[in-house]
């Protein structure tokens, strides 16, 4: 055992929340519904957005390239602005975002997600919305980008950070590491105290994306709101290649979370947010896209899963799909952890364009083991 575990603590803090300023330059052109380029939208926060897409799996190394699992790296050093561009430190939309990892399903594929984001975020500023890391609310940038181009479907990832998913997190893994104890009876308190007043923001949400896209002249049937739920960065206990006890999951894994809380987190939890924004997506006339099951033995720590190595390397048909919890506190920035990597992001950019083909009815999105993006599938519900 460490005789420092509060290292791994070092780890927890700040997750999901970043500094820095992004940038986003106002079109000069101007079109109407059916006329300039075709462009599919991604809207909310980190999980759309593209963080932790620096990361092909998780490597134990620590130096270069880290077993060429940090795309980062330029040879002599590290460079964040080569995944995140403008926005390292801040938005973190990275060039394997959902939205960017879709393929040619439109003429521009526009990231406005921004990591940290909640609902307030997504609000016109007229109707009470906050501007976030010196850009305006993200409906107030879809006018523009509305009347830029002939949007076709506007992917929306919202409500985590406003029921405290890095608190949640931050929680569960503090409680392993420190104080033997587990968190899911008082966090599942927390979010049921919350996700009445959640689930009504994300509503608001998507109707000040309806108000934004019928100012702009669109009408209905001119787009389509795609409204998502989150994966799970976490598996089950049963599918743990780590024990339990020990310092493995920590130090080795990158997974600090007792069984009972994981199996919370998988098999309650984020079911329960799936569910409720399920019932969103249902009231507001939206299409609904399921993702909770999209990681299934590809999250970190899974035994269906590899670390990368010297001689493991890095592979979307064998790696993980999540970033890990960095216990060491010595690779990228911390509020990476528990969230799709590049492997991840090209996964669920894949299930982006299924659903952008099906232009009717809820989907789930899941993935094919021992296969990379390419092996996404849809099912209905």
């Not at 940038?23 to 300039?36: E, F, K, M």
């Not at 880290?66 to 995140?84: E, F, I």
């Not at 989150?230 to 997974?255: D, F, L, V």
Request: hydrophobic share 35%; glycine share 10%; with cysteine.
């Amino acid at each position: 055992m460490p005789s420092t575990p509060h290292r791994a603590l070092r780890a927890l803090l700040a997750l999901c929340t970043a500094a820095g300023l992004a940038s986003l330059t106002a079109p000069v052109a101007h079109a109407s519904p059916g006329s300039g380029p075709t462009a599919v939208v991604a809207m909310g926060d980190s999980y759309i957005s593209g963080e932790a897409g620096r990361w092909l799996g998780n490597s134990l190394t620590n130096s270069g390239s880290r077993n060429g699992t940090d795309r980062a790296w330029t040879g002599s050093t590290y460079d964040p602005s080569r995944v995140y561009g403008s926005t390292a430190g801040g938005c973190h939309r990275s060039d394997t975002a959902e939205v960017k990892s879709a393929g040619a399903i439109a003429s521009s594929l526009i990231n406005l997600a921004c990591s940290g984001a909640t609902t307030e975020n997504v609000f016109r500023a007229s109707q009470g919305g906050q501007a976030f890391k010196g850009e305006a609310p993200q409906a107030d940038q879809l006018a523009a980008v509305a009347a830029a181009n002939d949007v076709k479907l506007i992917a929306l990832s919202i409500g985590g950070n406003d029921l405290g998913f890095a608190d949640i997190i931050s929680t569960c893994a503090t409680d392993y590491i420190v104080w033997y104890s587990y968190c899911h009876d008082d966090q599942q308190a927390e979010v049921d105290a919350k996700i009445d007043g959640v689930m009504a923001a994300v509503g608001r949400s998507v109707d000040e994306i309806r108000a934004v896209m019928t100012t702009a002249g669109y009408a209905a049937s001119d787009y389509r709101i795609v409204l998502q739920s989150y994966p799970s960065p976490i598996p089950r206990a049963a599918e743990n290649r780590y024990a339990e006890s020990g310092w493995a999951r920590t130090n080795t894994g990158g997974c600090p979370f007792w069984n009972l809380d994981s199996d919370w987190a998988r098999d309650s939890l984020v079911p329960q947010i799936a569910d409720r924004l399920k019932g969103v997506a249902t009231a507001k006339g939206v299409q609904f896209l399921d993702l909770r099951d999209a990681l299934q033995g590809r999250e970190v720590c899974a035994k269906a899963s590899k670390q990368v190595t010297a001689t493991v390397p890095p592979s979307a048909a064998s790696s993980e799909w999540a970033r890990w919890i960095d216990s060491q506190s010595t690779q990228g920035l911390v509020q990476e952890s528990m969230h799709p990597n590049a492997y991840g992001q090209q996964g669920l950019g894949r299930c982006l364009a299924l659903v952008y083909a099906s232009p009717t009815g809820n989907k789930s999105c899941k993935n094919t083991a021992g296969s990379g993006a390419s092996g996404m599938y849809l099912t209905t519900g």
